[in-house]
């Protein structure tokens, strides 16, 4: 297939103002789904390509010989392609390096880091017990240890452009890794732009060898994590978090927080509207009699901050302003449910 | 085996299993592992190799070895080579400036060129080569391994003094047997301790310090160590020396301050360009007598992949390595692939079934075609075994003198206007490997019979000097007894100028006959009467046409592509055979890796990966069929948006789609539907294609454009 990129398109694509229509989700019935409530419909739902899903997959096993040779003679393999490759891989695991080193890093954990993968490889596989100053020694280490030492590691690396890998410097560290003698990688990628990770240098340490493994299996455990949420699901999450940090409020806080989104409500269809000015902010507040100093009231925001339900900005002339980081309609549903 | 997904941890250990206990487990792991490793790493190959009987498996998977060995061996012997000058210039710089004198900092510029994957080769040899011959106080730093001038600082004592320990490991090692491991010296971290050091040190080489990639260090952290290492030069008589690795041609001026380049003493060296050393590595692996050789369309890819994409020998090696894996893997007749020596032994372990597979070889289909009286060899064994082993025979001479006809053309073709066949050997024998065309091949005839009698000798003594260089095989002796003969020839001509050439300065006396004038047109038609009458031939122009004609029968037979010879499958990897047996698209596939293709082509048209007919869309590219998989219709829907997306909309086109069979025209959306929806939108923002957006309520942003 060709893809001719023209340049031009692009400056066509970005010049052209926006048409679209001014509808949104919550003309459905229900606009959030919960992504439980994905989850359990999409269990009852059957795929029509089942049977050749399988055959790409029993297509794809056959080349976990060549696999087996490559990494042996000092390659190392990349695997691409629409679909998830979990399986895949796991099944290469299970089927060939079932009582070998093995590390399987998922690469689209977010919350995975460098020196979790180096500890599951210096005290995981090198059995070391000591600890390191700085992840560069602890790299050194391995290195070493894999250079000089005849022990083999297989470092299976689910999603190498997940989210918490897709650095320059995570990917420098995984080229050396690979360039290791004793440590032979198996990566799947999945973002289109992955390759632009990836400098001379880097490509020629890694020796990757290419399998396009198309499988078309559903990226269920890769996108079931909270950095890969859709929008529909972390607005609900922002709703969810203001209902219950609200409810552990005090009696004045509350009144606070409303007056700010009610006022924030009346100006929704202004667009220089900034936000609610801190000055009158306390005013009105120390007329409701809420708070009695404006330390006070600084101690409540900072909550409301903390939190993330409130963000304070500085206007162009200087005035504080105080703005909460929600849809207007959901504002609306929770200012007419705890405003009583 | 246990599942590797959690919610709380990204990596996963399997331990290899210990085998036996008593020893200390560090040791078991290792042992374990190694014996596993063999065994199955065997039974895998074994398989891999397979369809065919054992013996052939075993002798294709051995001939891979010998013959990637050789090839590695030979491709490093080249680049060691070729560095050699420039790493004993560099070396010489170094030790000429050994002594304190000159406070400025002596420093090598090395310019290596853009191909960075290949400086790690060189500057292993340098280090070698400078820890031989002048120095063991070295310390190589990458912009990588120094983020920071601190670390930058540590490291370069630490490389420093390490290299002393080892040397003193090394001498206590000969005095006792016993070695005490000592710790690296941690005490020394600044350029003071050094200092201290380095005044207890008994030989006093210079301290090397190699930056090897100039442009990635940080212009301020740059700065700061140098002048940091002049203080200590001056102040402490350290002689600290520089040597720098650059890859553009950014000058140090543009990279330094006027205050800090001054206290340089630079020198620049340049490499060789990569692409000589290509040409030279080309020659060497695979025009001389090697085994296996590339085939056109192989050539042609790897010299696209070095010329337009990375300029790097070492992804080039890289590449030649997968070549002759996936040669001796895939392709089942490659069992022959050999030197010569071992081939009659090899025809005679051939089995009847392997035999039929050698009969399958396109250049023979072909050949038994054109040739109905041969049909016997398709059915006696016997007789097809020696058939085959004196055609392996013949195209491995005829491989030998190809090569050899090349360097001859290349010595008689050099220099000429147009560059016909290319400028280096390199692309001399690409093009006539390709098969070159006969348009060229003529005006290399016209231009050699427009040069002058001094030219063609040079040409000629050219190529006798390359004949003679190699080995001449039986085919081309003639070759040279008659290039010795034609420039004899032409040697009496110079010396003795016989009548022809004597005559030759009186010819334009005939136009104009002493005593008498000529008008205009008596003179225009005399010239025309003496163009038309044919010109006497001189001895020259005898020899002239001689060797034209020779050239045009004997070397021009010589130069037919050997990819035209029965039997070249075997030997040149990439040639056109059987689908099945094709290693080219698999290669092409390494040279240039298409993630985003594959992508793409598999959302546009699932059918060409899923195989089904009902997806298949019939060449309208832009069709969108309901049985396609979810993630294809919401990226084609995703298709036909803008840059920003409204999510309500998308989901009721997705709606439309799932619907069109249904007759109600209901709004109402299933929250199956939604479902899926769902599923597929997260997954194209896992792909890279959208990204949410707070320009809009329920929008995201589209990130790719046309296509």
Sequence with gaps: ????????????????????????????????????????????????????????????????????????????????????????????????????????????????????????????????????????????????????????????????????????????????????????????????????????????????????????????????????????????????????????????????????????????????YHGFPFHELYSECRDRMLVNSDLTLRAQLTEFKDHKLLRIRRTPDGTEVLHIPLEKNQLEEFVQKHQE | MATTSSFSKGCFVFKAKPESSGKSPRKKTKKSSNLLHRSNGDLNASSLFGKCDKSSMEIRQDSYKKIWMSTKKKSEDIISDSHKQLLHDVSQFVSENADIGQSSIPTALVALGVNLPDHAAFFSLLDSTLNAHVSPFVAMLNSKECPSLKNMVLKAIQKLTSCDLADDDAEKDEEADEIVPVKPSSKIKTFANLATWYSNVVIKTPLIIILQDLESFSTQQLQDFVLLCREYRVRNKLPIQFIMGIATTVTLQQQLHHRTSVCLATKSFQSRPSIVLLNHLIEQLFMNSSVLKLGPRLMQLLLDGFLYHDLSLSSFLMRVHLIIMQHYITLPVSSLCCSMSELIDRIKKLSAADLDLYRQVPSFMKFIENNRSKVSLLTDD???????????????????????????LHCLSDGMPDALFGKSLREVYINFLIGAESEDWDRFIQLLNISTSYELQSRIQAALTTLKESDVSSALSDFSTSLVLFSEELKRLEQAPDTDTATSPKSPNVFVPKGKKLDKFELKAQLLASAKQARPTSKFDEIK???????????????????????????????????????????????????????????????????????????????????????????????????????????????????????????????????????????????????????????????????
Excluded at chain 1, 112 to 123: G, P, Y
């Design chain 2, 382 to 408: 016997k007789e097809f075994r020696s058939f085959l082993q004196k055609s392996l025979e013949d195209l491995n001479s005829y491989s030998k003198d190809f090569s050899l006809s090349c360097r001859i």
């Design chain 1, 1 to 272: 297939m060709d893809i001719t990129v023209n340049t031009e398109d692009y400056f066509l694509a970005q010049s052209s103002s926006v048409h679209t229509s001014d509808r949104t989700l919550n003309r459905l019935n229900n606009p959030r789904l919960s992504q439980e409530a994905v989850d359990s419909l999409m269990e009852n739902f059957d795929d029509c390509h089942s049977k050749e899903k399988i055959l790409l997959m029993k297509e794809y096993q056959q080349q976990f010989l060549q696999w087996i040779f490559l990494l042996r003679e000092g390659f190392n393999i990349l695997v691409y392609g629409l679909g998830s490759k979990r399986y895949l891989l796991d099944e290469f695991r299970t089927r060939f390096l079932d009582g070998k080193n093995v590390i399987v890093v998922n690469g689209y954990f977010p919350g995975l880091t460098i020196k979790e993968i180096f500890n599951s490889i210096t005290d995981g596989i090198l059995e070391h017990s000591g600890t390191f100053f700085s992840t560069v020694e602890q790299l050194e280490f391995i290195e070493q240890e894999f250079n000089s030492t005849k022990i083999e590691a297989y470092l299976i690396i689910h999603n190498m452009d997940g989210p918490s890998l897709q650095f320059s410097r995570e990917q420098e560290v995984l080229c050396r890794l690979a360039a290791a003698p004793g440590l032979h990688v198996v990566a799947s990628t999945d973002h289109i732009n992955t390759p632009l990770l990836w400098d001379q240098r880097k490509l020629s340490q890694s020796k990757f060898v290419y399998f396009d493994c198309t499988t078309f299996a559903p990226y269920s455990e890769e996108i079931s994590y909270e950095n890969s949420l859709l929008v529909q699901q972390s607005t609900t999450l922002g709703l969810a978090s203001l209902v219950h940090v609200f409810a552990s409020l005090t009696f004045n806080a509350k009144a606070i927080f409303i007056l700010i989104a009610q006022r924030q409500l009346e100006n929704n269809n202004e667009t220089n």
């Design chain 2, 545 to 707: 046409s001689e060797f034209v004609s020779w050239l045009n029968s004997h070397l021009a037979r010589q130069l037919k592509s050997p990819t035209t010879i029965l039997f070249h499958e075997v030997f040149y990897a990439g040639s056109q055979v059987q689908s099945s047996w094709d290693i080219v698209p698999w290669i092409r596939r390494q040279v240039q890796p298409v993630p985003r293709v594959a992508i793409s082509k598999a959302l546009s048209d699932p059918a060409s990966y899923l195989g089904c007919n009902c997806c298949s869309s019939n060449g309208q590219g832009s069709q969108i069929l309901s049985t396609m998989p979810d993630l294809c219709i919401v990226y084609k829907l995703h298709t036909e948006c803008g840059r920003l997306i409204n999510l309500y909309d998308w989901m009721l086109s997705f709606n439309a789609i799932q619907q069109k069979d249904k007759d109600d025209e209901n709004e109402e959306i299933e929250p199956i539907i939604q479902a899926r929806f769902i599923r597929a939108v997260a997954q194209l923002q896992l792909l890279g294609f959208i990204q949410s957006s707070k320009r809009k309520t329920d929008h995201v942003a589209r990130l790719t454009w046309g296509v």
